[in-house]
């Protein structure tokens, strides 16, 4: 099934990147599971590599590549174990990155897109508020433009990568009576006077910054405007459909690391003077959940191979993500149980799986929107148009 969407270089790609995760990352994981603080040098090796320019024009310094080498980065991400070193990673180069390829300038993509190819900038995307994540068009930070500047007051939260990158992809209201109609998204450096963030502690994700942003008359140059003025909603949107299914993949690729794991542990691991994997009731269990798997695993590539044709699957994505993240929690909540005691010791991967999938369904759109998005296609008719 997977030589209809990969060929040899495709092999070729997953077995190099596979090796140099082992290699430089992997040796580093549990002190970054520990610090929450992924060191920069990574970053500039990712850069080297090439990793974070799969998806972007060559002209900037990208590759151009089709969408399965990003598939092939996300799932090779979630084989190492920190969904927290992973969702660093794939938030620089799929969410932020992906603002400032589609709507970006040429000036501003040569000052953001081409040192994030390379590592030398990391970005993140800034949409959340702390009055509201769901609800993206009631967000209450505002941009005012006052002669060439845009003054930028507010908050945002739960940003990943929100502490240590360089530049923030920001939403703001310019216009905020028009409500969903009245935001647009400017590029702000790290740097500028009055942006301060403050780290957030949390359940898993523990290798990522999860950062509060505060936005304190921010003077913002006119020309970090990015895409026409009050079209942000539309722009965030459309970007939906990828993200969701970044975490669709995610929670497929993670589903099948813990599966793989159990069963190895499982063979070799007895009671009542045989090894686990020979009873019953647990081979059914894991026979159930390894279908599971296979379906999201096979829509999964289906989504990725349209969306690479230029389809706009938001609902597909939205079932993408609903689907492989509720399987993904299923999944790694039965393969903790096989593990008996040793599924709860963090000197086993369970544990650590455990926790980071359970924001599969809350981050990027919670399983209830999705539902509810899938629910106006479905029932209501609603069509959804993508704007560039
Ligand atoms: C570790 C982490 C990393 C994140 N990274 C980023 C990031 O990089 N950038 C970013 O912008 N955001 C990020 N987020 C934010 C994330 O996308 C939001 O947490 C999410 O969208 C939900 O928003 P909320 O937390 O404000 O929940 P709320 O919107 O307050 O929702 C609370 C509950 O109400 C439910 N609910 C809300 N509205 C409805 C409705 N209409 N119908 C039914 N149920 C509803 C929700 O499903 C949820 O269960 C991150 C979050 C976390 C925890």
Redesign the pocket.
């Known amino acids: 099934m997977e030589s209809i969407y990969f060929n040899e270089e495709h092999h070729l790609f997953r077995e190099s990147l596979r090796g140099f995760l082992k290699k430089e990352v992997v040796p580093h994981i549990e002190k970054w599971e520990k610090t929450g603080t992924i060191e920069r040098f990574i970053w500039e090796k990712f850069g080297e590599m090439g990793y974070f320019g799969l998806a972007y024009p060559e002209e900037y310094g990208g590759m151009d590549l089709d969408l399965f080498y990003t598939v092939i980065l996300l799932e090779e991400l979630q084989r190492i174990n920190s969904g927290g070193f992973a969702?660093a990673i794939w938030?620089h180069a799929y969410?932020a990155m992906t603002h400032i390829n589609k709507e970006g300038n040429h000036d501003i993509k040569e000052r953001y897109l081409a040192p994030s190819i390379t590592g030398e900038k990391i970005g993140?995307?800034?949409?959340?508020e702390p009055f509201?994540?769901?609800?993206v068009a009631g967000m209450r930070t505002t941009a005012v433009k006052k002669g060439d500047k845009y003054i930028i007051n507010g908050s945002?939260t739960?940003?990943?990568?929100?502490v240590y990158s360089d530049y923030l992809v920001v939403a703001a209201k310019t216009t905020p009576e028009l409500g969903n109609k009245g935001i647009s998204i400017f590029v702000i450096d790290r740097d500028m006077p009055g942006v301060s963030a403050t780290k957030l502690d949390?359940l898993g994700?523990r290798a990522?910054d999860?950062g509060e942003i505060a936005f304190d008359n921010v003077e913002v140059p006119v020309e970090n405007l990015m895409g026409e003025e009050n079209m942000g909603f539309p722009y965030i949107m459309q970007h939906f459909a990828l993200e969701r299914l970044i975490m669709g993949i995610n929670a497929h690729a993670r589903s099948e690391f813990a599966i793989e794991y159990t069963l190895q542990y499982m063979s070799e691991r007895e009671a009542f003077g045989r090894t686990i994997d020979r009873f019953q009731a647990l081979r059914h269990t894991m026979s159930d959940l390894a279908t599971e798997v296979e379906i999201c695993k096979t829509f999964n590539y289906t989504v990725a191979y349209r969306l690479n044709n230029k389809e706009y699957v938001v609902k597909e994505a939205s079932m993408s993500k609903l689907q492989s993240t509720k399987v993904a929690d299923n999944v790694i909540y039965q393969c903790l149980q096989m593990l008996g005691g040793y599924g709860y010791i963090e000197e086993y991967p369970l544990a650590r799986l455990l926790r980071d999938s359970r924001?599969g369904p809350?981050?990027?759109?919670?399983?209830?929107?999705l539902r509810?998005i899938i629910a106006k296609m479905i029932i209501d008719g609603k069509d959804y148009k993508p704007v560039t």
């Open positions: 969702a938030a969410l993140c995307l800034c949409i959340t509201g994540g769901s609800d945002k739960f940003i990943t990568n929100g949390k994700w990522s999860t924001l809350i981050g990027g759109g919670t399983s209830e929107i509810e």
